[in-house]
């Protein structure tokens, strides 16, 4: 069973950053693909960004392309997400999520990942 727990978040103003780390426990990190995912309040869970086992591919929704960056350490078992230029539509409760899968194609869809930690709230004033 693997385990995620999330830190990093907290309260920002407009255009400042924030970086999330995500550290897994309890398995082989290298074998995860790693994504995270945010979950503003009334909406649905939606991607943020994806990485591959190595750390050599990666994937961004629109929204945060250019602004975020998702990387990772497979020494340490983290992930993590440096939020720069941050918005108030960025505001919203992150997850990191592992997923297990084979493909080393990188999934946006959450229902593709196996383990989730328990998140971590981004607020960003304006």
């Known amino acids: 069973q693997v385990q995620l727990v999330e830190s990093g978040g907290g309260q920002v103003q407009a255009g400042g950053s924030l970086r999330l780390s995500c550290a897994a426990s309890?398995?082989?990190?290298?074998?995860?693909?790693m994504g995270w995912f945010r979950q503003a309040p009334g909406k649905e869970r939606q991607f943020v960004a994806g990485i591959s086992r190595s750390g050599s591919s990666t994937n961004y929704a629109d929204s945060v392309k250019g602004r975020f960056t998702i990387s990772r350490d497979n020494t340490k078992n983290t992930v993590y997400l440096q939020m720069n230029s941050l918005k108030p539509e960025d505001t919203a409760v992150y997850y990191c999520?592992?997923?297990?899968?084979?493909?080393?194609?990188?999934?946006?869809?959450?229902?593709?990942?196996?383990?989730w930690g328990q998140g971590t709230q981004v607020t960003v004033s304006s």
């Open positions: 999520a592992a997923d297990l899968h084979f493909s080393p194609t990188i999934a946006t869809m959450d229902v593709l990942y196996n383990y």
């Open positions: 309890r398995g082989t990190f290298v074998n995860y693909k």
